[in-house]
């Protein structure tokens, strides 16, 4: 049982670039979450999904976007990576949001340089 | 927006030694778990509590929800408590939008 999968786990990029986190999850949760953790914080709220093809702003949303095509996969973009992206990405799922506790991946350790 | 305070910033056990991690907050909730950051990283699901009292082996927590409290016990701590224990909390959005205490590093010391 996977639980959440984040790919990748590790990632150095250089400023303007762009990449694509992949979040997927095997427990056929509905709500799905991007966070992000920087250094002695706790995580802050980026995207999140409440269902296949919707998509709605967290906390800190501004240079990310999110996809949502597929029940089980939430994917994070960045389009011009900058340094103050540099941080730990952290995806999670849970079913409704209300009722049952978020299961939460990895992380993504991600630098800009 | 919903404030999360968790007490103390940071603390250090000898092996075998009990503590309470506090987590208030400012507004009523509808979910509210604790996680531990180990070494490593990974978040560990220790409890969801959005009130009343739960046990799980060494680790006990208590939400006190009309009072917007929850307490994390760890009795018998050992050197693998080590780490970063956050609180989490949902207000009634029905959207599990979770907002994060500081959360609280706990060093514990053979």
């Known amino acids: 049982n996977a639980g959440v999968t984040q790919t990748p786990k590790f990632r150095v990029l250089k400023t303007g670039q762009s990449m694509t986190l992949l979040c997927a999850q095997d427990?056929?949760?509905?709500?799905m979450y991007w966070y992000r953790q920087d250094p002695g914080m706790g995580l802050r709220l980026i995207h999140y999904s409440v269902g296949e093809g919707t998509t709605a702003k967290g906390e800190v949303p501004d240079g990310y976007n999110v996809s949502r095509l597929k029940k089980q996969n939430f994917l994070l973009g960045l389009e011009s990576a900058a340094p103050s992206q540099t941080s730990v990405y952290f995806c999670?799922?849970?079913?409704?949001?209300?009722?049952?506790?978020?299961?939460f991946g990895d992380g993504t350790r991600l630098s800009i340089l | 927006g919903i404030q999360v305070e968790q007490s103390p910033p940071d603390l250090i056990l000898q092996e075998g030694a009990n503590s309470t991690l506090r987590c208030n907050f400012s507004?009523?909730?509808?979910?509210l778990q604790w996680f531990h950051q180990n070494p490593w990283g990974q978040l560990i699901n220790l409890f969801y509590?959005?009130?009343g009292t739960k046990q799980n082996g060494r680790l006990s927590a208590t939400t006190v929800a009309t009072e917007r409290y929850s307490l994390l016990y760890i009795s018998s701590s050992q050197t693998t408590d080590s780490g970063v224990y956050f609180c989490a909390v949902e207000r009634a959005s029905n959207t599990g939008k979770l907002i994060f205490g500081q959360g609280t590093t706990l060093q514990v010391k053979p």
């Open positions: 509590i959005p009130s």
């Open positions: 999670a799922s849970s079913y409704r949001g209300k009722v049952e506790p978020q299961h």
């Open positions: 427990m056929n949760h509905e709500y």
């Open positions: 507004d009523s909730v509808n979910n």
